[in-house]
Nanobody
């Protein structure tokens, strides 16, 4: 059974940086596309970023382009989300999610394995 565990969240000042990690277990990591989503208080969960199996392809929400970077280390079964120039509106619970669907056909509804989430709070 696939298991995802987020770590690295916390409190950071606006303009600062934070890196969150997602550790994957229970299956062959290289077979999965992994993404990050977030849910702010009172709002629906939204897509943040995703990365293909071999890291050749990435995709970002417009709201984080140029500020966030997703990467993965297949030797460590881990995906990272480096968040720079953080804003108040980045405050949310961040979730990593995985799907075995092919990158070419993937939609944001295809992620069927989810972590428990980790809180990121940006203070101004």
């Amino acid at each position: 059974q696939v298991h995802l565990a987020e770590s690295g969240g916390g409190l950071v000042q606006a303009g600062g940086s934070l890196r969150v990690s997602c550790t994957f277990s229970g299956s062959t990591f290289l077979n999965y596309v992994v993404g990050w989503f977030r849910q702010a208080p009172g709002k629906e969960r939204e897509f943040v970023a995703t990365i293909s199996r071999g890291s050749a392809n990435t995709d970002y929400a417009d709201s984080v382009k140029g500020r966030f970077t997703i990467s993965r280390d297949n030797a460590k079964n881990t995906v990272y989300l480096q968040m720079d120039s953080l804003k108040d509106e980045d405050t949310a619970v961040y979730y990593c999610a995985a799907t075995s669907r092919s990158w070419a056909y993937i939609t944001r509804n295809d992620y069927n394995y989810w972590g428990q989430g980790i809180r990121v709070t940006v203070s101004s």
